[in-house]
């Protein structure tokens, strides 16, 4: 038999998944499992865990987006700009982390990782449309699953262990560090 918790994961997780999926496809973009798969990661027991998931996976897909956008307008696709690319999001990474003291702790490898699969999903895949239009829709998908993640941790959170049905929101450090 499923416990309660396990139950209430499930459950919670699915309707964000769905949400998120309705609402892309509401809007027409493409590829509305994107809205999905970034609702799962950002997804967390608490806003105190999800907000620096979400603010990673936000400002790596835009800024992968925008250097996707701007060298598939640019250049042909192929290895040297898929390189260059890469190597130069890293760099951009680096280099604002050091500029400005707060962004370091929200640029670093893991918004890399997440620019770096926006702009390797724009780069890469070959696709009718124009490079800038597949940057807007990738951003638009992800910012939908994560508003949506955040949304129903706002508003459907999940209780926190043996602790009689209260949620972790608010508990700040004693909530569980789930980071994907």
């Keep these: 038999m499923l416990k309660n918790s396990a ?17 892309a496809r509401a809007f027409g973009l493409p590829e509305s499992y994107w809205a999905v798969v970034s609702t799962m990661i950002v997804m967390q027991s608490s806003l ?34 898929f390189g260059a690319g890469l190597l130069s999001l890293g760099l951009i990474c680096a280099l604002l982390g050091r500029a400005w003291k707060q962004l370091q ?22 696709r009718p449309s124009p490079a800038w239009i597949v940057a807007c829709h990738r951003f638009f998908e992800v910012s939908i699953g994560i508003g949506v993640a955040l ?14 049905g209260k949620s972790f929101v608010g508990t700040g450090r004693n909530a569980p560090n789930r980071h994907v």
């Design 151 to 164: 949304a129903m941790t706002a508003v459907w959170p999940e209780a926190a262990p043996g602790g009689g």
């Design 48 to 81: 105190d865990t999800s907000l620096p998931v979400a603010w990673r996976r936000l400002a790596g897909t835009a800024l992968g987006a925008a250097v996707g956008a701007l060298l598939g307008t640019c250049f042909r696709p192929g290895v040297c700009v």
């Design 105 to 126: 702790a929200k640029l670093d490898r893991t918004a890399y990782r997440y620019a770096g699969i926006a702009f390797t999903i724009i780069i890469l895949i070959p």
């Design 7 to 23: 139950l209430n994961h499930s459950a919670r997780t699915t309707a964000a998944a769905l949400a998120s999926l309705l609402v």
